[in-house]
């Protein structure tokens, strides 16, 4: 295998959902046959889905080659001691045509004991939202276990929840334990740990092509809940251009928002990969001589060996994640 690292693509992985539609293809310019294009992982590690590079001399080798080879060079030896040869992050584009299910995810101690999986912490940025349309996050009052199995029990779920109207650029920080869905007509860019594991608590009673309701998971979420969360799921954070924006700084990763209309001198002082996901426009990224453009839709890992780098555009907007 080629011993040079450079900024690398990957092929998308798209996946056919119930709740998915057009916009990965229509806006994003994902290219796909499927009916209903839920998501695209654009890096993956998750097992039975390992991002392939798309481009350059490495072109063909999966994300987990690359890890066994490069090691720290790729992801930082911080995050090699840590991690090992397993990719920490799940990058993601999510299309809901109709309403996610009402979920939520495990913590990492319950995710290790029941699943041996990390836990799903995650983020949401909006790209594209029609009118009306809304992302659920939390309950819209206090809540005990009793008072929401309950509503569970009652099919009223819905009347406790938090129904939040969405538009372009808002961002959601999606901690383990709370109650969340994407709804109808909203697309996000999504930054999470590197996990599968979603318990389903409520999906609005609908079935598949065969009549088939999906399997709900209620035994499992009642363990996994937080019901004394903070309502501190928005994101705030500002967007002066030409400079890394904090957004949401975690244990798990760290993301900003970056709004590029010239051409940007950038170093990597973080001892970790750096991603940019293209969220508006296109730009190209330069390292050692050596041009690699992104645009809309398109997501980019830089190796941790890569130090000294330049972003370059009109009028793009990223969003940068590093653990």
């Not at 998308?12 to 056919?16: F, G, Q, S, V």
């Not at 709900?216 to 035994?219: G, V």
């Not at 793009?316 to 969003?319: D, G, N, Y």
């Given at each position: 295998?080629?011993?040079t690292?450079?900024?690398?693509?990957?092929s998308?992985?798209?996946?056919?959902k119930?709740?998915g539609?057009?916009?990965l293809?229509t806006?994003?310019?994902?290219?796909?046959?499927?009916?209903?294009?839920?998501?695209?992982w654009?890096?993956s590690?998750v097992?039975?889905?390992t991002?392939i590079?798309?481009?350059?001399?490495?072109?063909?080798?999966?994300?987990?080659?690359?890890?066994?080879?490069?090691?720290?060079?790729l992801?930082g030896?911080?995050?090699y001691?840590?991690f090992g040869?397993?990719?920490p992050?799940?990058?993601?584009f999510?299309d809901a045509?109709?309403d996610?299910?009402?979920?939520l995810?495990p913590n990492?101690?319950?995710?290790?004991?029941?699943h041996n999986?990390?836990?799903?912490?995650e983020?949401?940025?909006t790209?594209?939202?029609?009118e009306?349309?809304?992302?659920?996050?939390?309950?819209?009052?206090?809540?005990?276990?009793?008072k929401y199995?309950s509503h569970?029990?009652d099919?009223?779920?819905?009347?406790?929840l938090?129904?939040d109207?969405?538009k372009?650029?808002?961002?959601?920080?999606?901690?383990?334990?709370?109650?969340?869905?994407i709804?109808?007509?909203?697309?996000?860019?999504e930054i999470?740990q590197?996990s599968?594991?979603?318990y389903r608590?409520?999906?609005?009673?609908?079935?598949d092509?065969?009549?088939?309701e999906?399997e709900?998971?209620?035994?499992l979420a009642?363990?996994?809940?937080d019901f004394?969360?903070?309502?501190n799921?928005?994101?705030?954070?500002?967007?002066?251009?030409?400079?890394?924006?904090?957004?949401?700084s975690?244990?798990?990763?760290t993301?900003?928002y970056?709004?590029v209309?010239?051409t940007l001198?950038?170093?990597?002082?973080y001892d970790?990969?750096?991603?940019y996901?293209?969220?508006?426009?296109?730009?190209?990224?330069?390292v050692n001589?050596?041009?690699?453009?992104?645009?809309?839709?398109?997501t980019i890992l830089?190796p941790?060996?890569?130090t000294?780098y330049?972003?370059?555009?009109?009028n793009?907007?990223?969003?940068e994640?590093?653990?």
């Open positions: 295998m080629n011993n690292l450079y900024p690398l693509k990957f998308p992985i798209l996946k056919d119930i709740w539609g057009q916009k293809k806006i994003l310019n994902k290219e796909s046959d499927l009916p209903n294009i839920g998501e695209s654009e890096i590690d097992e039975g889905d991002s590079v798309s481009n350059g001399s490495l072109v063909g080798h999966s994300l987990k080659d690359l890890l066994e080879t490069f090691k720290g060079h992801i030896d911080k995050n001691k840590v040869n397993k990719f992050l799940l990058i993601k999510i045509r109709e996610l299910s009402i979920q995810h990492d101690e319950l995710a290790a004991k029941r999986s990390f836990g799903k912490t983020m949401w940025y790209l594209q939202a029609d009306g349309s809304n992302l659920i996050v939390g309950f819209n009052q206090d809540m005990t276990p009793e199995l569970l029990n099919k009223t779920l819905t009347e406790i938090n129904f109207k969405v372009v650029g808002d961002t959601y920080f999606i901690e383990v334990g709370r109650i969340h869905a709804g109808a007509g909203v697309m996000v860019a999470q590197t599968d594991i979603t608590v409520y999906d609005w009673d609908r079935v092509d065969q009549g088939n999906r709900l998971h209620n035994d009642i363990d996994a809940f004394n969360m903070p309502d799921f928005r994101v705030a954070y500002s967007k002066t251009e030409n400079e890394s924006n904090k957004m949401v975690c244990p798990y990763f993301t900003s970056l709004k209309t010239e001198k950038k170093k990597n002082e970790s990969f750096l991603i996901m293209c969220v508006d426009g296109d730009a190209e990224i330069l001589g050596t041009s690699e453009s992104i645009k809309k839709g398109e830089l941790a060996a890569i000294d330049e972003i370059t555009s009109k793009a907007t990223l969003l994640v590093y653990v």
